[in-house]
């Protein structure tokens, strides 16, 4: 009489299944050490609350439910513990950022200073006719000042200053560069940061682009040709060939997008919709 093998648990099967921890690079678009590490419940636990705190709830299909769904997998493969959290999430933290811009928020979620995701929600504006619509588009200027909130802790480097001198260049319709305007002071920074080893005493985007509507000369609202120009001249000064997560391109590249999709016709004819 053979003997009757005990079956397997479904835990056990699903431990089977999964030989390698699901890692922040395999959900998200991220680089370098974070990419490598896999995703832990209390990095989830944090997102969540950070979540609660900005948003009022955990998105539906967010960061925050994305990274609990991988982190209950890696528990129950054993590959992590349910107090444990990962080594650069626990150093540089999590966050949920938001910038206010005329008729909407702009929603950054970090990891470990990473941008897993990044979104725009609409806030009811009262428009009552297409002049008005027109005068609130969003400008270079603000779009400057925008990326001066969600990434202003960041050292001014080259491709940082050539994305702040496309900017003027088109907000101004100049190529001459303005001395002691944002193109200059930005340029000057970089190549003061480029000698100092230190984070701590290097100039940051805030001190550069925080009054950025003021600064500038002249102004115009954001067109996808302006944020097309902004991004070539981050990506071409930038040795990995990517822009900044919030950074200068982002935030111009978010602007004209939220532009775009105002219909002057529909909000003529929405007055007193809110």
Known sequence: MSQEQPRRTHQEHEKEEQKEPIKYGDVFKVVGELASKPIAPQDAAMMQKAENMILGQTQKGGPASVMQAAATRNERAGVVG?????????DRGVTVSETDVPGSRIITESVAGQAVGQYAEATPVLQTSFEVTQESALTIGEALEASAQSAGNKPVD?????AIQAAEVRATGSNVII????AATAQSAA?????????????KLRDILMDATAKLP???AVTRQDAEGVVSAELRNNQNLATHPGGVASA???AARLNEN?????????????
């Open 218 to 220: 002249a102004d115009k």
């Open 262 to 274: 105002v219909n002057p016709i529909n909000i003529a004819t929405a007055t007193n919709a809110f």
């Open 191 to 203: 190549t003061h940061n480029a000698r100092v080893d230190l984070d701590e005493y290097k100039i």
């Open 82 to 90: 349910h107090k444990d959290f990962t080594d650069v999430t626990g």
């Open 252 to 254: 111009v590249t978010v």
């Open 158 to 162: 080259q491709s940082d200053a050539a």
């Open 179 to 182: 001395p002691g305007g944002l």
